[in-house]
């Protein structure tokens, strides 16, 4: 979809989010059809993204608010395994730039893609950056996105290290998602070298039994 026609939309629903917020299974439905080019099964979900739409919509989603918060979240992981934050913040007024080192990243909590990497504070624009962190805390992500998960993510904005790529670590960098249903194991491992990504999906039931191997 054009950029500009999609940020059209997203204006216009703005205002109607929280009525979009009572029926996140239309957001869904639009969303899967427009990937997909069909409706989503959810009386009798079949296909993978058919059963994560289900459990979005009809299960008990508190765990996944909890883990999709980039602040509460930290929680969930060893403390060897998350970025250094330099501060927390209800509004980007709260935030003094000059207590920040020279680069860094700003992102909020309770959305996804709000991320503002800094490479150099002294060629940053404050007053446009702080603009759109507020903006970005404002805005009904979840309702607009049928994830309702998100609405329950309190609005903070995150200062964290800025961790610069070398080409050596991108050629290392190993991805590993594992997604787990009721019928079936799904294990997928995305592997990514430079900007090439490779994704080998394998489907396990929950005997342990395998089913043949996906290379996408």
Not at 97 to 106: A, D, I, R
Not at 151 to 180: N, R, V
């Amino acid at each position: 979809m054009n950029i500009f026609i999609k940020s059209v939309l997203i204006k216009a629903a703005t205002p109607f989010s929280p009525l979009l917020k009572k029926f996140p299974n239309i957001i869904w439905k639009i969303r899967y059809c427009k990937d997909y080019k069909k409706f989503p099964n959810l009386k009798k979900p079949q296909s993978f993204m058919e059963k994560i739409l289900w459990l979005s919509l009809y299960s008990d989603t508190s765990m996944w608010s909890k883990l999709a918060d980039k602040y509460r979240g930290r929680d969930r992981c060893g403390e060897q395994y998350v970025n250094k934050i330099y501060g927390i913040y209800n509004s980007a007024i709260e935030i003094d730039y000059s207590l920040l080192p020279k680069s860094f990243v700003l992102k909020t909590t309770n959305s996804c893609a709000t991320n503002i990497i800094v490479k150099d504070k002294n060629i940053l624009n404050i007053k446009e950056t702080n603009h759109k962190l507020n903006k970005w805390l404002k805005f009904p992500y979840g309702e607009l996105t049928g994830q309702l998960h998100y609405t329950q993510i309190e609005p903070l904005i995150i200062a964290e290290k800025f961790m610069e790529q070398t080409k050596k670590s991108e050629q290392s960098l190993i991805d590993y998602k594992f997604f787990c249903l009721m019928e079936f194991l799904n294990m997928s491992l995305f592997i990514q070298t430079g900007k090439k990504t490779h994704i080998i999906i394998r489907l396990w039931f929950m005997t342990w039994i395998g089913m043949p191997i996906l290379n996408l």
